[in-house]
């Protein structure tokens, strides 16, 4: 079964604006990733933020962290072209079976020029 | 520079025929890993490998089968029994297995004849 899932499943915003993803989750984890997708080509690795923390930034994103909600945010500030792409987020599952990372079926964002 | 290896990019696949998709590391990871991503969705997991001479079933390991006799190479062979293997496949990597960010290749686009 599915632990994470993305909110929006699309998003299309201007360049310069500010572009939010969430992403729930069911059960508790101990960590959670964020990923992104170009066309055609693997994922990368954008950032990890543990279940003790809170917010974690990296640039221009910000990642936040409600583990009593079971949720998280990925921002992209000042949204650019080059942000086009789709993101996942990641999560491990403290009572699965064996340890792995679950994906998302991701949120698909378009910056336009 | 580091970094995982796909090949080849693209393959086409005849009914009854195995294909086999190459996967090449040189991060020195312990941990690889094979997905499958159909269109518009999220990552599923068919196989992992822990270590060399070593690796488990993922979620979806009906029709598919791998190998892992050096830490560097974990090939994915599609068999004539995966009934529907029109996707793309993408192969990752992390130091140790679980929930340790993954590093991604390119991906294999597999289609029918």
């Known amino acids: 079964s599915q632990q994470g899932e993305e909110d929006p499943q699309a998003l299309s915003i201007q360049e310069g604006e500010n572009a939010t993803m969430n992403c729930s989750y069911k059960?508790?984890?101990?960590?959670l990733q964020w990923y992104r997708q170009n066309s055609g080509r693997g994922l990368v690795h954008l950032i990890l933020?543990?279940?003790?923390?809170r917010e974690k930034h990296s640039g221009r994103l910000r990642v936040t962290l409600d583990t009593s909600k079971k949720s998280s945010s990925l921002l992209i500030t000042a949204s650019r072209a080059a942000d086009t792409a789709s993101y996942f987020c990641?999560?491990?599952?403290?009572?699965?079976?064996?340890?792995?990372?679950?994906f998302g079926p991701g949120t698909s964002l378009s910056v336009i020029p | 520079d580091g970094g995982i290896t796909q090949s080849p990019k693209y393959l086409f696949r005849k009914e009854g025929q195995n294909v086999t998709l190459s996967c090449e590391q040189n991060?020195?990871?312990?941990?690889m890993y094979w997905y499958r991503q159909d269109p518009g969705q999220g990552l599923r997991l068919i196989y992992y490998?822990?270590?060399?001479?070593?690796?488990q079933k993922g979620d979806i390991a009906e029709g598919y089968s791998v190998s892992r006799e050096k830490k560097e190479s974990f090939p994915l062979t599609v068999t004539s029994a995966q009934k529907n293997p029109t996707a793309f496949y993408l192969c990752?990597?992390?130091?140790?297995?679980?929930?340790?960010?993954?590093?991604f290749g390119d991906g294999t686009r597999l289609s029918i004849l």
């Open positions: 990752a990597s992390s130091i140790k297995q679980g929930w340790q960010p993954q590093h």
């Open positions: 059960t508790s984890i101990n960590n």
């Open positions: 933020i543990r279940s003790n923390e």
């Open positions: 990641a999560t491990d599952g403290v009572k699965t079976s064996y340890d792995k990372v679950i």
């Open positions: 991060l020195n990871h312990d941990a």
């Open positions: 490998s822990q270590i060399v001479n070593d690796f």
